[in-house]
């Protein structure tokens, strides 16, 4: 899934083979870095269009890479004055949004699930069938 002898490093021979990798380095990463090597992808993805330049682009990169990558593309996004990042002052109050609103997602899930088991458990099914 990833390159050769590189535990990190992306493998960009084909889209199907970068998901994996990145897939397999994210679970890998320390919760700290994980958010943000995800959101950096996704941007390196919405930035770099066509595939032929963003397999190029990712190929053979560490996290840390592709992070900087990310903090390039916010930059550059912010200076512009795309409204999605100008309510940011820098990179980390971004992450730190984006973490706090996937946080607030979980817990909601987390509830509802929660909910359903505790319905479950009250609930009585009675069989009508005669003896």
């Known amino acids: 899934m990833i390159s050769c002898g590189s535990g990190t490093k992306i493998n960009a021979r084909s889209l199907k083979t970068v998901n994996k990798s990145v897939s397999f380095i994210k679970e890998r990463l320390p919760e700290a870095e994980r958010l943000q090597f995800e959101i950096a992808f996704w941007m390196v993805r919405d930035d770099i269009r066509n595939n032929d330049e963003f397999l190029k682009a990712v190929d053979d990169k560490k996290p840390a890479d592709l992070i900087a990558m ?3 593309i916010f930059t550059k996004r912010k200076a512009a004055g795309d409204q999605e ?5 820098n990179w980390e109050q971004m992450i730190a949004g984006w973490y706090q609103q996937r946080q607030t997602e979980m817990a909601k899930i987390k509830e509802r699930t929660d909910k359903r088991e505790n319905d479950k458990v009250r609930r009585i099914d009675y069989n009508m069938h005669s003896l």
């Not at 990042?85 to 002052?89: L, N, P, Q």
């Open 70 to 72: 990310g903090k390039d």
């Open 85 to 89: 990042y100008a309510k940011y002052e």
